[in-house]
């Protein structure tokens, strides 16, 4: 009887001391050398504006309907993620196809940056890292380094719907 029990206790113990927190995992560093947004802007072929004084700079290329999305909204959107140094660390494909988000759970960069446009829109934002991620790396599902911390980053985006 004791074994019995014991045999079924097993499995659990097993689980249950395994599941540590995420503290207890080493990441490797994620840092990088990429150039501000201010000397990509200076670099660039494109004027850009800065939204009030937050420091996100952007570039309407299309502005779409004249609706807008609202800090509620949902919406649909085609993109393209690159560092300050071209790198793309994120995109749609034509394949998955657009992504659809939450206003309210993108980066404050995204925030800001998309009720510029409406449907059919397109917009270049360069965004500060203090309104994308700050000091805090990003890290995908098998602890790669995505994001390194204070990282500046460049979206192109297609505001396909607004939801």
């Known amino acids: 009887m004791f074994n019995l029990r014991f045999l079924l206790i097993l499995p659990v113990l097993v689980f249950v001391t395994s599941c540590g927190s995420d503290d207890d995992i080493e990441l490797p560093p994620c840092e990088s050398e990429t150039i501000s947004i201010e000397a990509f802007a200076a670099a660039d072929t494109i004027m850009y504006s800065e939204l009030d004084t937050t420091g996100l700079l952007y570039f309407i290329v299309d502005s ?12 649909v959107a085609n993109y393209r993620g690159i560092f300050t140094d071209g790198q793309i660390f994120d995109q749609t494909n034509t394949t998955a196809g657009p992504a659809t988000f939450a206003l309210s759970n993108v980066i404050e960069g995204w925030q800001l940056g998309v009720p510029l446009i409406g449907e059919g829109g397109e917009i270049r934002l360069l965004i500060p890292s203090e309104l994308a991620y700050g000091s805090q790396p990003r890290y995908d ?12 980053l460049v979206f192109d985006i297609r505001l396909e719907e607004i939801r």
């Open 141 to 152: 599902q098998f602890q790669r380094c995505v994001i390194p911390a204070n990282s500046d």
């Open 64 to 75: 779409g309907t004249v609706e807008r999305p609202t800090e509620t909204s949902t919406v």
